[in-house]
DNA sequence: ACAGGATCCTGGGGGC
DNA sequence: TGCCCCCAGGATCCTG
């Protein structure tokens, strides 16, 4: 249960507002979902729901652990010395508070936020590529077509697709586009084991790295062989990200 | 509608 | 040591 919600000095990009510390004040947590980057924490009654942006932590740590810079949000929990940290060095993130399912639900869906990956029907999504001529590293990273999906993992699913990122949607092959859905799916999946991607900052809700980087098979590999052909890794810019690809392999 | 760029931030690394 | 530049798991706004 919450006890009390000590605010940082350094505001987030939406701030925290004070009438979420008295929300959330005595709850319990019930469940602790994800939709989409969206950390959704399911209290007995309103939502906090957190973004980790580039370079956010969501812990849990002891009191008596020292808290490091950039420490923006500690939920105290009652009758524990237990306490819940938001940190984020460059505070991209974001930690809000939705009063209950209905302002949660219209949160979302104000957003645009696409389907779930893994729930997603392929109709819905040949039907997306096929009415754009955007490509498709640019498709994988909008959130409104399909959520969940960044630099990394846009990258790693074009590598397993075998297709170029600068292909546009409108030119894959429904056979194409199914494996791009099947490769998103696949690499979300693996990355998921190994509890996500540690470049530099991000660490799980234990504190614990994640060991996805380890299996990056082109993302930040530039210049590095191909695992499949040994032909030179790439680097471009597309949709103003990095872009990691094999200019053998992938078509 | 979409591409491209700037912006919000802080910090690490490389070159000089 | 310092300075300057580029780079970074993201999203949003603006211009053309």
Same mark, same amino acid.
């Given at each position: 249960m919450f006890a009390s919600v000590q605010v940082g000095r350094q505001s987030l990009r939406r701030p925290w507002l004070p009438q979420w510390s008295r929300l959330v004040r005595g709850r319990k947590i019930q469940a602790v979902q994800r939709r989409g980057k969206w950390i959704v924490i399911q209290l007995d009654g309103p939502f906090l729901v957190i973004h980790l942006g580039?370079?956010?932590? +969501? &812990?849990?740590a002891s009191a008596q652990?020292?808290?490091?810079? !950039? &420490? !923006? +949000?500690?939920?105290?929990?009652?009758?524990s010395d237990q306490q819940l940290r938001f940190r984020d060095v460059r505070r991209f993130g974001s930690a809000t508070c939705y009063a209950d399912q209905q302002a949660l639900d219209v949160f979302f869906e104000s957003s645009g936020l696409g389907p779930e990956p893994f729930a997603m029907e392929g109709k @819905?999504?040949?039907?997306?590529?096929?009415?754009t001529q955007r490509c498709l590293k640019a498709i994988l990273l909008d959130q409104r077509v399909v959520a969940g999906v960044g630099n990394i993992y846009a990258d790693e699913s074009l590598f397993e697709a075998r297709l170029h990122p600068e292909r546009l949607g409108s030119q894959l092959t429904a056979r194409e586009a199914g494996? +791009?859905?099947?490769?998103?799916?696949?690499? +979300?999946? !693996?990355?998921?084991?190994?509890?996500?991607s540690?470049?530099?900052? @991000?660490?799980?809700?234990?504190g614990l790295k994640g060991e996805f980087q380890d299996e990056f098979r082109v993302y930040g590999r530039t210049d590095e062989p191909c695992l499949?052909?040994?032909?030179?890794?790439?680097?471009?810019?597309?949709?103003?990200?990095?872009?990691?690809?094999?200019?053998?392999?992938q078509k």
């Amino acid at each position: 249960m919450f006890a009390s919600v000590q605010v940082g000095r350094q505001s987030l990009r939406r701030p925290w507002l004070p009438q979420w510390s008295r929300l959330v004040r005595g709850r319990k947590i019930q469940a602790v979902q994800r939709r989409g980057k969206w950390i959704v924490i399911q209290l007995d009654g309103p939502f906090l729901v957190i973004h980790l942006g580039m370079t956010g932590q +969501l &812990t849990v740590a002891s009191a008596q652990q020292p808290t490091s810079d !950039h &420490t !923006h +949000l500690i939920f105290h929990l009652a009758a524990s010395d237990q306490q819940l940290r938001f940190r984020d060095v460059r505070r991209f993130g974001s930690a809000t508070c939705y009063a209950d399912q209905q302002a949660l639900d219209v949160f979302f869906e104000s957003s645009g936020l696409g389907p779930e990956p893994f729930a997603m029907e392929g109709k @819905y999504w040949r039907a997306c590529l096929a009415k754009t001529q955007r490509c498709l590293k640019a498709i994988l990273l909008d959130q409104r077509v399909v959520a969940g999906v960044g630099n990394i993992y846009a990258d790693e699913s074009l590598f397993e697709a075998r297709l170029h990122p600068e292909r546009l949607g409108s030119q894959l092959t429904a056979r194409e586009a199914g494996s +791009l859905h099947k490769a998103i799916v696949r690499v +979300l999946n !693996h990355a998921i084991e190994k509890r996500g991607s540690s470049i530099r900052d @991000y660490i799980g809700g234990s504190g614990l790295k994640g060991e996805f980087q380890d299996e990056f098979r082109v993302y930040g590999r530039t210049d590095e062989p191909c695992l499949r052909c040994r032909k030179a890794i790439v680097r471009i810019v597309l949709a103003g990200r990095s872009t990691h690809f094999c200019p053998r392999c992938q078509k």
